[in-house]
């Protein structure tokens, strides 16, 4: 094209469409994307050159095949990138709902892979050759560790939950005490859930303390259910009564009534060797008397999403057969990254190590410290002198309803608006740099609060440290 660079083009120098595609430049393209997607990254591209034509706005070296490629590998790249992305999880929340809960051991990950590309005897009973049953795979593992006779995987435990009140209390009546009726995060709230299941709610007691005696005063002819529901996300503290699972089993015995109890968070081990807060594990749960516990498989398990029943052989027996079970089953996936995950915990010595759950709910505050003490004059640059960044003592959370009471003593990075306090100028450059933050190429998301942006380094593993680093001097603020 003879036209100098500042000479604009007009609408009638745009080329067709069939011959910019022939463009050698644009080849490499069409090879990478294919022509469907080229063609029409190359008529978006057209529209908007014609619209600043008629401004009188387009340069006429936009049109030359080098410009076009360089603009068309732009856009076609952005719209290829994948929605869901890996981020920097600083929240300070180990297992955080939206950012995806628990991460999987390199084990289960290879497994999930070979899921993925190989066929696999997911409903096939190798030793016989017949049909099996994808339960098989893993209700071995899960009995033994946690003492239960039988156990189903579904979906998560909401449809864990579910399924168990429609198999064994539908049109009959559940039995729940008024402080355990709990509201999760994103609307699984049990009297909703009950109601779905087509079981009758009977709320027992009060807010804040629930009797023996309410239990067998609501007993009756309609009774399907004992039901007690873990209070994940919140405390009753203070002039509190609770029945516990042994005694409310032993009320249901002699009237023949099973007792559910969801546990959410369910763990399968005493944290407390891990100097964590101390939690029911299922096992005791199982041991107390309840006929099924329910629990997901990606709060303190460590595991995929999923939903856990375990208990009596008769009742799981039961959930198996509703039909319902069919539309809330697990795929080949869960199954394939259940089941190593499960494995880990036959070597509990080994587990701090192994279970990336674990291993980050366990790194000790003083490693953290020394993190963020190495972390700060590398980050300090990038930020200029409108920011400050300095190491501070924090509290972790263990998250997704597990241990809603206990904070987990961490340290991580603050960073403040050098000057201006609390002017509502320093509360919008606290904004700007959150946003930015969000930018990056993998988002790091943080918290705001206190006059600083909080990250808390706990989800920081010294294996992700280089990354970290390396993309914050793309920071732009
Ligand atoms: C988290 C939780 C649920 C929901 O579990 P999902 O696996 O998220 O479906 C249900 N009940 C309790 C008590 C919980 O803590």
């Not at 003083?366 to 640059?381: I, N, S, T, V, Y």
């Not at 606290?430 to 705001?448: M, S, W």
Request: proline share 6%; glycine share 8%; hydrophobic share 45%.
């Amino acid at each position: 094209m003879a036209e100098s660079a500042s000479v604009p083009a007009g609408a009638a120098d745009i080329p067709s469409v069939d011959r910019l595609l022939s463009l050698p430049e644009l080849q490499p393209l069409l090879a990478l994307h294919g022509r469907t997607q080229v063609t029409a990254a190359l008529r978006r591209q057209l529209d908007q050159y014609r619209a600043a034509a008629i401004a009188g706005k387009l340069p006429a070296h936009a049109l030359g095949g080098r410009a076009l490629a360089d603009a068309l590998g732009t856009a076609l790249a952005t719209a290829s990138q994948p929605r869901l992305r890996a981020v920097f999880n600083l929240t300070g929340t180990v297992l955080h709902t939206n950012l995806g809960r628990a991460l999987l051991p390199d084990s289960a990950v290879r497994e999930v892979v070979q899921a993925l590309t190989t066929p696999a005897n997911l409903e096939f009973d190798l030793a016989t050759g017949e049909r099996g049953e994808r339960d098989d795979l893993v209700e071995d593992l899960l009995c033994e560790l946690t003492g239960a006779a039988a156990a189903t995987v579904v979906n998560n435990n909401a449809a864990a939950v579910l399924l168990m009140l429609n198999t064994l209390a539908q049109r009959r009546e559940v039995v729940v005490s008024r402080g355990e009726l709990v509201e999760i995060g994103g609307a699984f709230r049990i009297p909703d859930i009950m109601q779905r299941a087509g079981a009758r709610l009977v709320e027992i007691g009060t807010t804040n303390r629930t009797h023996p005696r309410d239990y067998a005063d609501a007993i009756g002819p309609r009774t399907a259910l004992l039901m007690k529901v873990h209070c994940s996300n919140y405390q009753i503290t203070g002039f509190t009564c609770s029945v516990g699972v042994d005694k409310v089993a032993a009320l249901a015995r002699p009237h023949g009534l099973p007792v559910a109890v969801d546990l959410g968070s369910g763990t399968l081990l005493d944290l407390t060797r891990w100097q964590l807060p101390s939690e029911t594990t299922v096992r005791e749960t199982i041991a107390a008397g309840a006929d099924l516990v329910t629990f997901s498989g990606d709060k303190l398990l460590g595991g995929p999403q999923a939903g856990l029943i375990v208990g009596r052989a008769d009742l799981i027996r039961r959930i198996r057969k509703n039909p319902l079970k069919r539309a809330l089953r697990v795929g080949k996936l869960t199954l394939a990254a259940l089941e190593p995950v499960l494995r880990l915990y036959r070597s509990p010595e080994l587990l701090a190590d192994s279970l990336p759950t674990l291993r980050l709910l366990t790194r000790p505050a003083h490693k953290l410290e020394a993190q963020a003490l190495r972390l700060c004059p590398l980050l300090q640059p990038a930020l200029g002198d409108a920011y400050l960044v300095a190491a501070a003592p924090m509290l972790s959370q263990i998250g997704s309803g597990a241990l809603p009471g206990s904070q987990l003593p961490s340290h991580g990075l603050t960073i403040a608006v050098a000057e201006g306090g609390r002017s509502a100028g320093a509360g919008r450059r606290l904004q700007r740099l959150e946003a930015a933050l969000r930018a990056l190429p993998r988002p790091v998301i943080g918290r705001v609060g206190e006059q600083a942006l909080w990250l808390d380094l706990r989800c920081l593993e010294e294996t992700d440290e280089a990354a970290f680093t390396a993309q914050w001097q793309a920071l732009r603020l």
